[in-house]
């Protein structure tokens, strides 16, 4: 679905990503872990078109989308999510998911007459907060909702967009212990019927075990490990990236 090859970035001279090579096939979830710093988000938005790389390029369902922005992956299949959601707050939820909808189904008309009256926009509206299991609250707005609801709500927009590629970054970080298993549930929910390949960067090892068909670690901007939870959570390398030589057997514990 989406791959980089000998994707590099460099910032002032200091390479953020340094020559990854990887590639992210159909329904499947892969969590892309490492330290802080370690080139992760920067990955990202090389993947999404927020960036554009020094050298190398981004392949996107076989087609080459380098040179291509954000707008034109998002048409090709990439939805993105950000650590902080990115909602319209003085509108109501179904609202924001409405404007989603019509984006995808009508991105040639004139969103803010049509979509008011529209059924097909508004019943797929719905439809999606429903998913979500916010669709009792549709008329409430985002400023309410805690910030697990806003990450229900920001999904609910990224499912309105139907595009086959997920980029979710860090998508429980700040949230409240109790709201981390709902956000799970539902991206295993949303993964169920196979039609999406959703990449994620996640810090919770936990989170790893119970989601990810796959783990790859970055260090330092490298690729350092590629492989299921357990391969990669035993590997000497990432044992030594996380906690430094010696911590290995402790890391091995903590990561089990």
């Not at 090579?21 to 988000?41: E, Q, R, S, W």
């Not at 998911?97 to 984006?103: D, E, F, H, S, W």
């Not at 189904?105 to 979500?132: E, G, Q, Y």
């Not at 709500?153 to 949230?175: K, S």
Request: hydrophobic share 45%; charged share 20%; net charge neutral.
């Amino acid at each position: 679905m989406i791959e980089t090859v000998d994707l590099s970035i460099s910032f002032g001279g200091h390479l953020a990503v340094d020559h990854v090579t990887c590639a992210f096939h159909n329904d499947a979830l892969t969590a892309i872990v490492g330290p802080n710093g370690a080139g992760k988000t920067t990955y990202f938005n090389l993947l999404s078109g927020q960036l554009r790389p020094s050298s190398g390029k981004v392949v996107l369902a076989g087609h080459d989308v380098t040179r291509a922005g954000p707008a034109k992956r998002s048409k090709l299949g990439i939805a993105r999510g950000f650590q902080l959601a990115n909602l319209f707050p003085t509108l109501t939820l179904l609202e924001n998911v409405r404007l989603a909808v019509q984006a995808h189904v009508r991105p040639h008309d004139d969103f803010t007459s049509l979509a008011c009256r529209d059924t097909l926009v508004i019943d797929k509206a719905r439809a999606c907060l429903n998913t979500v299991g916010l669709l009792p609250r549709a008329e409430d707005f985002p400023t309410v909702l805690s910030h697990g609801g806003q990450r229900r709500l920001e999904f609910a927009l990224l499912l309105a967009m139907e595009r086959p590629i997920w980029l979710l970054d860090e998508p429980t970080a700040g949230m409240a212990a109790e709201e981390v298993p709902i956000i799970l549930n539902l991206i295993r929910s949303i993964r169920a019927d196979g039609a999406r390949t959703i990449l994620l960067v996640e810090h919770k090892m936990d989170v790893l075990r119970s989601l990810a068909d796959r783990v790859v670690v970055l260090h330092n901007g490298r690729l350092v490990a590629d492989g299921t939870p357990g391969e990669v959570m035993r590997a000497d390398i990432v044992q030594e990236a996380y906690l430094g030589v010696g911590g290995k057997a402790a890391g091995r514990q903590q990561w089990a």
